[in-house]
């Protein structure tokens, strides 16, 4: 059974940064696609960003936010630099081990769900 663990949000003024981790146990995510999803209260869930043999962004934070894998601590991190009023949400990490295509953006893509980490935004 896979486990994933996010880490790393907190409160951040607008401007700031902050980098969200995302940590696997029960199998490693060098086989995997990852991606990350964000959820602010009242609204659906949304993809954020996801990362297989390429990285794949949402129009919202291209430029802003970068994804990265370091697999021998089997760790996904999600960069977030110039936050803004609009990105404070719980956001997940999420993985994909089937070999079926990547649609990186569909949250049914993903087989493994984190419990997610709470994002806030100061103005």
């Known amino acids: 059974q896979v486990q994933l663990v996010e880490s790393g949000g907190g409160l951040v003024q607008a401007g700031g940064s902050l980098r969200l981790s995302c940590a696997a146990s029960?199998?490693?995510?060098?086989?995997?696609?990852v991606g990350w999803f964000r959820q602010a209260p009242g609204k659906e869930r949304e993809f954020v960003a996801a990362?297989?043999?390429?990285?794949y962004y949402a129009d919202s934070v291209k430029g802003r936010f970068t994804i990265s894998r370091d697999n021998a601590k089997n760790t996904v991190y999600l960069q977030m630099h110039n936050l803004k009023p609009e990105d404070p949400a719980v956001y997940y990490c999420?993985?994909?081990?089937?070999?079926?295509?990547?649609?990186?953006?569909?949250?049914?893509?993903?087989?493994?769900w984190g419990q997610g980490t709470q994002v806030t935004v100061s103005t």
């Open positions: 999420a993985a994909k081990y089937s070999s079926s295509s990547f649609a990186y953006s569909k949250e049914e893509t993903y087989n493994y």
């Open positions: 029960g199998r490693t995510f060098s086989n995997s696609a």
């Open positions: 990362i297989g043999g390429n990285s």
